[in-house]
């Protein structure tokens, strides 16, 4: 538990019932006015009784008014084995985390900062102060989410100026700042587990059942918090809706929204979710993973043969689809391979959620968000729409977030007909239930349209191990008639040893670069391995954050040779 001199202060006075200022300041080492000022807040809350003399030059007393206020219960931890544990800040508020494995289930269990009764008393009375003091120009402001970031951080700097009349200690004072800031402006407990770097996704599913979390190794997990109620739930989806501009409410039950730091988020309501109100939290990468993280650690999802190939079609301008079911690295295996585009080419994403982040050499990129429609049904911007906008920014490349019905489909096949490179990603579990996904409803693409994509890459999520592998990578093939549709599997992930198997000769793929850059297949095996030998040096450089990867990819462009020569001395060097 963490004491501060408020607790020290009011445990004080409580043991004497009474005392001058001057003893209180003397006691807790706090100039008299500082005292006088912390006394103030208390006394509006009951905690304490200013009798002022009739002397107005002397200082009043302070009369204890509560009954002994009783510490917090302690917490309840689950009994089992520490598997895991790890320390991290939230805005200046310390937490630990430790998993507990009880042997029938896993339990993540946070400890969060122990304030003694009369800080918490404290925290609440100035909370008040504190939005009042909030200029209107800020309030206003936090509903616009490009402005979220800096109103965010003025509003802090607001909290930590009104806390430092009560000189409560640097260390002390920037954990209130932290607490504050979560009650205030986001969404309490709950922002400190949205800063948790090893979580995918933070569910509540009512107020009675724990809020669970996704945990990227351990997967589902239990933690230790409860929301109070139904109504906390529903407070905090209000917020939020608010902060886009809309509304959720009986007749509009359903939110779908975002936070100002990206992550994607949901929110259902009575009768709707009939056990009660829930918000699951889709956490945005705050470290985007990039190649060498597909490739090395943490990922092992892909070969850098296998990563090479990729890069080649990627430097090339082929198009590539990215299927695999959810939560199977799809949009990850997007975001890495976008960073292989070349940095003289214009770039447009169009996304739902902004997920895809790409390195900063590529400064002629232009992000697009959809826009739902508001409580009225008006001001909806669809995919479509962006889709068809972007063919008028005179793109080079176009990353889609997701393909999902058939206008959106035509007009992505369309750009890839007439010359831009198209990579996209689609709900499918393998090659071929792609092939049929693209061809049957919702979608019901003409076989023929298919011929336009060069390479699939299916991303396979394995549940039981948690672990997420590229399972193919394949090419279409047109069999005797036209809706025969067919893929050569180039690339196969073996599952029982874990291990990446190259099953075929990707041969529309040869004679599409041969006609494009007069390579031959020896020349095109050659460039693989040779981007596979440059993949090798900066994972084992660690040079495989997203700023690291963006500058070799630049310097490669324009010195492949030189970047080449590098990395096999540098691999030599560490074979000797």
């Not at 479509?384 to 977030?401: A, E, F, H, Q």
């Not at 041969?514 to 090798?536: C, S």
Request: hydrophobic share 40%; glycine share 6%.
């Amino acid at each position: 538990m963490l004491e501060t001199k408020i607790d020290q202060l009011v445990a004080y006075l409580e043991s004497k019932k009474s005392a001058r200022l001057e003893e209180l300041a003397s006691q807790v080492q706090l100039p008299v006015q500082t005292v006088e000022l912390i006394c103030n807040v208390l006394e509006k809350g009951g905690v304490i009784d200013l009798d002022y003399p009739l002397n107005i030059s002397e200082k009043p007393t302070a009369i204890f008014r509560l009954l002994p206020l009783e510490p917090p219960a302690p917490e309840e931890v689950p009994k089992g084995k520490a598997i895991s544990s790890y320390s991290f800040v939230a805005d200046g508020v310390p937490a630990s985390v430790k998993i507990i494995d009880t042997e029938k289930e896993k339990f993540y269990v946070i400890q969060l900062v122990e304030f003694g009764a009369a800080t918490k008393i404290f925290l609440d009375l100035i909370k008040d102060e504190l939005l009042r003091a909030l200029p209107i120009s800020l309030q206003n402001e936090v509903s616009d989410l490009e402005r979220a970031a800096a109103v965010r951080a003025e509003f802090r700097q607001l909290i930590q100026k009104y806390l430092s009349q009560f000189q409560l200690g640097k260390e002390t004072e920037e954990i209130l700042v932290g607490v504050l800031l979560h009650k205030l402006f986001g969404l309490g407990e709950i922002d400190i587990l949205n800063q948790d770097d090893w979580l995918e996704e933070i569910t509540i599913n009512n107020s009675k059942s724990p809020i669970a979390v996704y945990h990227r190794k351990l997967g589902w997990l239990r933690t230790n918090l409860y929301m109070p109620d139904e109504d906390a739930i529903f407070n905090y989806a209000s917020q939020i809706g608010r902060r886009v501009g809309r509304q959720i409410a009986t007749l509009t039950p359903i939110l779908d929204a975002r936070l100002e730091t990206g992550d994607r988020v949901c929110a259902t309501l009575l009768p709707i979710s009939s056990h009660g109100n829930t918000l699951t939290i889709r956490r945005f990468a705050r470290n985007p993973w990039t190649i060498g993280n597909l490739v090395g650690d943490p990922g092992y999802s892909m070969t850098p043969e296998m990563a090479g190939m990729l890069w080649q079609a990627i430097h090339y301008e082929m198009n590539i689809i990215i299927a695999g079911g959810t939560a199977s690295g799809k949009t990850t295996a997007l975001n890495a391979l976008a960073a292989f585009i070349p940095p003289n080419q214009r770039v447009i994403t169009i996304e739902d959620t902004r997920e895809l982040v790409l390195p900063p050499y590529q400064w002629n990129w232009v992000p697009l968000l959809t826009r739902n429609p508001n409580a009225e049904g008006l001001g909806e911007i669809s995919m479509l729409d962006l889709l068809v906008t972007s063919l008028r920014m005179r793109p080079d490349r176009i990353l889609l977030g997701e393909i999902r019905r058939q206008r959106e489909a035509e007009v992505l096949f369309e750009a890839m007909h007439t010359g831009h490179s198209v990579c996209s990603t689609l709900h499918a579990d393998t090659g071929m239930q792609a092939l049929r996904r693209l061809t049957t409803p919702p979608i019901s693409l003409p076989p023929s349209e298919l011929d336009a994509i060069n390479l699939l890459v299916v991303q396979y999520r394995d549940r039981r191990k948690n672990i997420r592998r590229t399972l193919e990578i394949c090419e279409i093939v047109s069999g005797a008639k036209e809706e025969d549709l067919s893929t050569n599997v180039i690339y196969r992930w073996r599952p029982r040893t874990d291990t990446f198997d190259m099953v075929g000769e990707p041969n529309k793929y040869l004679k599409e670069l041969n006609l494009h850059t007069g390579m031959t297949k020896e020349e095109i095996f050659q460039d693989i391995k040779n981007r596979a030998t440059v993949l090798r040096w900066m994972i084992s450089n660690k040079l495989t954050d997203i700023e690291s990867v963006g500058r070799i990819m630049s310097l490669y462009y324009s010195k492949p040779k030189e970047i080449l020569e590098i990395a096999k001395k540098a691999l030599s060097g560490e074979k000797k």
